[in-house]
């Protein structure tokens, strides 16, 4: 059964049938093969392993990031954080990685933390003399923090598969995703004070104040959203559903860089990339109903 269910996934692979549908057809396989449940009872399964409220979090904090990427929250981030660490050696690394962990604190999504920071700050550090690779590599290992600090979609995933509290977990990555963040910075201080990365532009409060005010619409959602958790006013999927309701208020009415015309392109894009995400997440439920019932990780253990 190990060597049906794992070999069709193989030969799916190799003759380039697209990972999920691979997944799919092996467990299509063994299910027939087996002759224990039928088609219509797959196809029910994989739609109910989706009915879960806790799971719905996912869509609508990537559809947030979408509208405060799109919305001009990235940039207004950038420039607050620019402005708050930029006058030290290696400023806009620091700038990079500050810029990180308060997008992170929002979105919740890596890539969209390397898309609105990334486009950015990788340009402005390149015309500022630093190197391109360092700027990319503080850029993508930066925006990881977005997957530790809360709201983190794979916390979600997590708590949602292992039955363990969302909240829980979304409190237990605040410290690590601080440290992450602190860490980073020290090690981009230390090769910038090395390669002469030096900031041209000096700390300046008035400049640092301006700065907050325009990005405290932004700046103040991760405390709405994960306070609102842990004082158990709204669960992780219902803060998600106010995330995305405030985003929109501050992208139309504050910073004016979203129209509502723009919102239904917004929601397509975003099912276009959870829709290929849910359906990985059904048929691995399957896949784990099948290796349950069919004790393949005891048979596997024997074996050993």
């Known amino acids: 059964m190990t060597l049906l269910l794992f070999g069709s996934f193989i030969f799916f692979i190799i003759i380039r049938v697209p990972v999920v549908f691979a997944l799919a057809l092996s467990c299509l396989s063994v299910l027939l093969w087996t002759g224990e449940t039928t088609l219509m009872l797959i196809a029910q399964r994989t739609a109910t392993s989706l009915d879960s409220f806790p799971l719905l979090a996912v869509p609508l904090f990537i559809l947030m990031g979408e509208i405060l990427n799109r919305g001009g929250c990235g ?179 504050f910073y004016r860089g979203l129209r509502f015309r723009d919102i239904p392109s917004l929601i397509l894009k975003v099912c276009t990339t959870v829709g290929s995400i849910m359906l990985l997440i059904a048929f691995f439920k399957t896949l784990g109903r099948i290796l349950t019932a069919e004790r393949i990780p005891q048979a596997n253990s024997e074996f050993f």
């Open 75 to 253: 940039e207004k981030l950038v420039a607050f954080s620019e402005r708050l660490v930029g006058g030290v050696t290696g400023g806009l690394a620091h700038a990079n990685i500050v810029a990180s962990m308060f997008f992170g604190g929002i979105s919740g999504v890596a890539t969209a933390d390397t898309a609105a920071i990334g486009s950015v700050l990788i340009p402005t550090m390149m015309k500022a003399g630093y190197d391109p690779k360092f700027s990319t590599v503080v850029t993508v290992t930066s925006s990881i923090i977005g997957i530790i600090v809360p709201p983190s979609i794979d916390m979600i995933l997590y708590g949602w598969i292992s039955g363990t509290s969302i909240v829980e977990l979304f409190a237990a990555g605040i410290i690590p995703g601080i440290l992450v963040g602190f860490s980073l910075m020290a090690l981009s201080h230390w090769i910038s004070f090395k390669r002469g990365y030096r900031s041209k532009e000096k700390f300046s409060f008035p400049k640092l104040s301006k700065a907050f005010v325009v990005a405290f619409p932004a700046l103040i959602m991760p405390i709405l959203i994960v306070g609102g958790m842990f004082t158990g006013i709204f669960t992780a999927t219902e803060g998600a559903s106010v995330a995305v309701v405030y985003g929109i208020i501050i992208a139309i009415l």
